[in-house]
């Protein structure tokens, strides 16, 4: 799925990079998608957000933070939280009740308060919103881009990626 999901990245933003596990396998990206490595196994997301904002800096000001999971990811859902990401540290939606730190935008400052979290044993991304200025988008405000919020779902089970690959066949 993540050459899928990089695809879809690259159409509403650049530059790009992937973080993968110490050790871990990755598919044949496109050349100019850099890959790093999370500094400790076991870290959690938390670890890869760090890692992929600090390899960023000097390169942008934000990034759009995806899991490696979400093949129906809507370029225009990314745009719109850009568009609403404003003077906040981060923007993250909430939909059905949850934060989606990995649908989200973070300002590559969140680097450092990962970091500092991290070395706290404080491994929740979710933590940063009680670090930072956040800005909480609302299900209405992505609604007509993602009407089913189909950018925030993420296959973890064989069944679910056996389902996915059958709705994609009906796309």
């Not at 044949?28 to 957000?49: A, K, N, S, T, V």
């Not at 404003?86 to 590559?108: K, M, N, Q, S, W």
């Not at 990962?114 to 405000?141: H, K, Q, S």
Request: charged share 25%.
């Amino acid at each position: 799925m993540l050459p899928r999901v990089v695809r879809l990245l690259g159409e509403a933003v650049a530059p790009i990079v992937a973080v993968a596990a110490p050790g871990q396998e990755t598919p044949p990206l496109l050349p100019e998608i850099e890959i790093i490595r999370d500094p400790e196994p076991g870290r959690g997301p938390l670890q890869g957000l760090a890692a992929g904002l600090e390899a960023l800096r000097g390169r942008a000001d934000a990034a759009y933070v995806s899991s490696c999971d979400v093949p129906f990811l809507r370029p225009a859902f990314v745009r719109r939280l850009i568009e609403l990401f404003g003077d906040f540290a981060i923007c993250v939606p909430e939909v059905g009740g949850y934060r989606h730190t990995l649908a989200a935008v973070y300002r590559i400052e969140a680097a450092a308060v990962a970091a500092r979290l991290l070395a706290e044993d404080r491994l929740r991304p979710a933590f940063l919103f009680e670090e930072m200025p956040t800005r909480i988008v609302l299900p209405e405000e992505l609604a007509d881009v993602d009407p089913t919020f189909q950018s925030l779902r993420n296959l973890n089970t064989p069944a679910e990626y056996e389902a996915a690959l059958r709705d994609l066949s009906q796309v």
